[in-house]
């Protein structure tokens, strides 16, 4: 059956310091992948989807940027981070076409 | 692009009470999600509606899909504790595309 993974659950990193986020799947392959953040009261924000290897597209312009390295890894990544990035961060698969799309556990990141 | 609208935003109810909670469309659906999220956990997949007039059932709630009203609704009958949460739509912002959106979210509190 398929998996996903997202690590770490928390996390906390002062103003300017870099970002790394990991997203793995397993079970099933060339998913599409997706790079979310919540907000309270703001709903979950698509930052980033993927739909293949090296393809990725950019939903918000901010201080973010994704990876997809391999074919079931999706990173996201910060060079500085700034207080306003502190959210909660959810990866999630679906299948190619419309199928049922699974979330992760999500990341909650405070920036201080 | 595609808008999610969620009503309402939060809902109070007593345990055993039936409750019906809405998503619309700003533009045509071409199918949705449904999702159950726990404060600070990942979403839960409850159904995936694909076609106008489908309706969905597990366990206690049932989703419906009104393409024409580009609306969902989603019952819970008999509401219980363990209904409590936060119910998230989600659909595709345009037909065939990957780019998944999402409501804000509704808010349900279930009172033993």
């Known amino acids: 059956s398929q998996t996903i993974h997202q690590w770490p659950a928390t996390l906390v990193q002062p103003v300017g310091s870099p970002l790394s986020l990991e997203c793995t799947v397993e079970g099933t392959s060339n998913p599409n992948l997706y790079w979310y953040r919540q907000a309270a009261g703001r709903g979950l924000q698509l930052l980033f989807y993927?739909?293949?290897?090296?393809?990725i597209s950019s939903e918000v312009p901010q201080n973010l940027s994704a990876s997809r390295p391999q074919d079931r890894q999706f990173i996201l990544s910060s060079k500085k981070l700034l207080l306003s990035d502190s959210g909660f961060y959810l990866c999630?698969?679906?299948?190619?076409?419309?199928?049922?799309?699974?979330f992760g556990q999500g990341t909650r990141l405070t920036v201080v | 692009s595609q808008e999610l609208e969620q009503s309402p935003q939060s809902l109070i109810v007593q345990e055993g009470k039936n409750l019906t909670i809405n998503c619309t469309s700003s533009k045509t659906l071409y199918g949705l999600y449904w999702y159950k999220q726990k404060y600070g956990e990942g979403l839960i997949f409850l159904m995936m509606?694909?076609?106008?007039?489908e309706e969905k059932s597990h366990e206690k709630i049932t989703a419906k899909l009104d393409e024409k009203k580009q609306q969902s609704s989603l019952h819970i009958t008999a509401s219980q504790p363990s209904h409590a949460g936060i119910y998230l739509c989600?659909?595709?912002?345009?037909?065939?595309?990957?780019?998944?959106?999402f409501g804000k979210g509704m808010k349900l509190t279930v009172n033993p």
């Open positions: 989600g659909a595709p912002s345009e037909g065939g595309s990957e780019k998944l959106v």
């Open positions: 509606l694909q076609k106008g007039g």
């Open positions: 999630a698969w679906s299948g190619q076409g419309w199928t049922e799309a699974f």
């Open positions: 993927s739909v293949g290897i090296g393809q």
